[in-house]
Nanobody
Framework: QVQLVESGGGSVQAGGSLSLSCEASGHTSCMGWFRQAPGKEREGVATIENDGSTNYAGSVKGRFTISQDNAKNTLYLQMNSLKPEDTAIYYC??????????????????????WGQGTQVTVSS
């Protein structure tokens, strides 16, 4: 069973930067970051596959960077030029296609089989 442990996040003023980390135990075929703002549905932010290919939601493209360190089994999200509308709880997620048929599709994951605990990101104007 894949387990994901997130760290990072916090509060920052608009235009600032924050970074998130997500350490995974177990093998995955793709990983990604989601976020959920108050009163809104959870949305995919960015995904990365084992070959390093990435995809981003249009709202974060050019400002956020997803990356992974395979040696450390850790996923990262570098967030620059943050805006108040980026305020949300951020979750990392993973799919292992051999377990659930899950896979990365654009900036989201279909049938993820693991979620992080979530971390708050707050951007003030």
């Amino acid at each position: 069973q894949v387990q994901l442990v997130e760290s990072g996040g916090g509060s920052v003023q608009a235009g600032g930067s924050l970074s998130l980390s997500c350490e995974a135990s177990g093998h995955t075929s793709c990983m990604g970051w989601f976020r959920q703002a108050p009163g809104k549905e959870r949305e995919g932010v960015a995904t990365i596959e084992n070959d390093g290919s990435t995809n981003y939601a249009g709202s974060v493209k050019g400002r956020f960077t997803i990356s992974q360190d395979n040696a450390k089994n850790t996923l990262y999200l570098q967030m620059n030029s943050l805006k108040p509308e980026d305020t949300a709880i951020y979750y990392c997620a993973a799919a292992s296609y051999w377990k659930t048929g899950g896979y990365c599709s654009s900036s989201t994951i279909i049938h993820p089989n693991a979620w992080g605990q979530g971390t708050q990101v707050t951007v003030s104007s």
